[in-house]
Every structure is written in structure tokens, then in C-alpha cells.
């Protein structure tokens, strides 16, 4: 077992619009649900989908205004940086991410960090 990355494509550059947000449910033999924005001016952002409390599925659509909200016990976290409002012990796991060309790609890594497959 090593921490080798792997790219994966998510989707293409065009199927996640600006200020939008998407999930990605583990597939392929991946092992975590992936929440990826795309932020105002463009930059990508990549976390696990599961709740950093108490691991409820965070969904794009309880997204506003850059804060993402956890449907379970409402804890807030800024869409840009992973931070946790309410608890910031208590980040999101972000993941590395990226645009190539017209596609989304994500860093996979088969270690500890380990990261879903799309
Ligand atoms: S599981 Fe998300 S705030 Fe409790």
C-alpha cells in the first residue's frame, strides 16, 4: 500500500458551471463520495462528502452564498477553504483537484488519504 496518485476525469470543465456544485458518488472501486465546486472566478475545490461531525452525506444543494450547510446539525463550512464555521477544529477533507484542458480531474491516492474514485 502506497500513497501513489492517480488522476481520474470527474466530468468535463462545462458540466460543473461557476458558483455550482456537484457530487460525485464513489465508483469504481473508490471508496468516498466527492463534493466539488467551482468557485467564483473559476478555481476548483474537491472534499469528502461525508461530515467532518458525525459523517452525514453534505449535499451541493444546501450550498448558498459560499457556505455549505450540513443538513444533520447544521454545521457550516465555507465552500473555499474547507473551513468549519462553527467548529474550526473541524474542516472539511479536501482532496487536490483540478481543470486539464475541458476536463475536471481529481487526485486519487490508495493510502491513507485515501480518496474516492467517481
Ligand atoms: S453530521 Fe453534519 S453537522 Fe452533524
Known amino acids: 500500500m502506497g500513497d501513489e496518485k492517480r488522476w481520474v476525469r470527474l466530468c468535463g470543465l462545462f458540466d460543473l458551471p461557476i458558483r455550482g456544485g456537484r457530487l460525485f458518488k464513489a465508483a469504481g472501486g473508490g471508496k468516498r463520495d466527492v463534493l466539488v465546486f ?53 474542516p472539511l477533507v479536501a482532496y487536490e483537484v483540478e481543470a486539464r484542458g475541458m476536463d475536471i480531474m481529481l487526485a486519487l491516492t490508495d493510502g491513507a488519504g485515501g480518496v474516492a474514485a467517481p
Do not use: K
Not at 459523517?55 to 448558498?64: K, Q, S, V, Y
Not at 457556505?67 to 477544529?89: E, K, N
Open 38 to 90: 467551482r468557485l467564483e472566478g473559476g478555481a476548483l475545490r474537491a472534499y469528502d462528502a461525508a461530515c467532518p461531525h458525525a459523517g452525514a452525506l453534505l449535499r451541493p444543494e444546501n450550498e448558498m452564498s459560499g457556505t455549505l450547510i450540513c443538513f444533520l446539525h447544521h454545521w457550516r463550512f465555507d465552500v473555499a477553504t474547507g473551513g468549519c464555521v462553527d467548529v474550526p477544529q473541524r
